[in-house]
């Protein structure tokens, strides 16, 4: 659609701020699971995968640089496919090779299709595998909160994060979702014992969320990063915007795929 390009994976997208982590966590089939059972937070995920799963997103960037020495402004787009292939059983629990065709990485460098080889779905949880051996939760509908995980981004293992009822919308998908993200910031200057005090050259606000439904999974994500730089008499400041909205979904079905966790 753009052309041919060199991109790199989720590069220069946290602008010196690093919040990923990621590591394995022992699972197995069943609500009865070592997270506990009982009646799940959230309807709707104990829906099935399986090979011709499919979810189709397109996605939207947009990057602004603002300095005393002069502006740029960087758009890009696309769409890509996720398919699920052949299952493998990974600590007792069946999961499905993922594939990714289509664009996926902007003129940012950051890669929107999920880092994982292999997903599941078990317990009300989504899950991924990255190595073919061990599981991740990347959202749990069962207890609400859990830590890392993320399909499209990747959240630190450090954080707990909580899904929320809330709303997506861009320009591919809108309407009710879960949501679950952070948001982060450091201003330039900040009020102490009732002084106006400036300590930092360097500001930054970060919002990450993403968006899941029931009976569907991931359906959009958001991110926002804005950096400011002030000193010695230069200015800079930069800002990303990242959209991806699901457009189409496949439960299953005919399609074809070799998908064999390779990515």
């Known amino acids: 659609m753009h052309g041919s390009r060199r991109k790199g994976r989720n590069a220069a997208v946290w602008v010196a701020v690093a919040l990923l982590v990621t590591v394995g966590c022992p699972l197995r089939d069943g609500n009865d699971g070592p997270f506990g059972g009982g009646e799940p937070m959230f309807d709707g995920f104990d829906f099935e995968l399986g090979p011709g799963t499919q979810w189709t997103f397109q996605w939207d960037y947009l990057g602004t640089l603002w300095a005393n020495t002069g502006s740029s402004r960087d758009e890009d787009w696309g769409e890509f ?32 299709a999920p ?40 959240f630190s293992e450090e954080v707990e994060y909580s899904a929320a009822e809330g709303e997506v919308d861009n320009d591919y998908v809108s309407g009710p979702a879960l949501q679950v993200g952070r948001s982060v910031g450091q201003p330039f200057c900040e009020f102490v014992v009732g002084y106006l005090i400036c300590p930092y050259d360097e500001s930054y606000d970060i919002w990450q969320y993403e968006y899941y439904r029931p009976e569907v999974g991931p359906v959009g994500y958001y991110c926002y990063v804005g950096v400011s730089y002030s000193g010695a008499g230069y200015f800079s400041a930069h800002t990303y915007t990242r959209n991806a909205g699901l457009v189409d979904v496949v439960n299953g079905g005919p399609v074809e795929t070799e998908g064999s966790g390779d990515r």
């Open 81 to 112: 496919t996720v398919t699920l292939g052949t299952s493998r059983q990974i600590e007792g629990i069946t999961a499905y090779a993922v594939s990714v065709s289509g664009d996926s990485v902007d003129e940012g460098g950051f890669d929107f």
């Open 115 to 154: 880092r994982w080889r292999y997903l599941a779905l078990s317990g009300n949880r989504l899950l991924g595998s990255v190595d073919g051996a061990t599981l991740q939760v990347i959202f749990d509908a069962q207890d609400g909160t859990w830590n890392g995980g993320g399909f499209f981004c990747e």
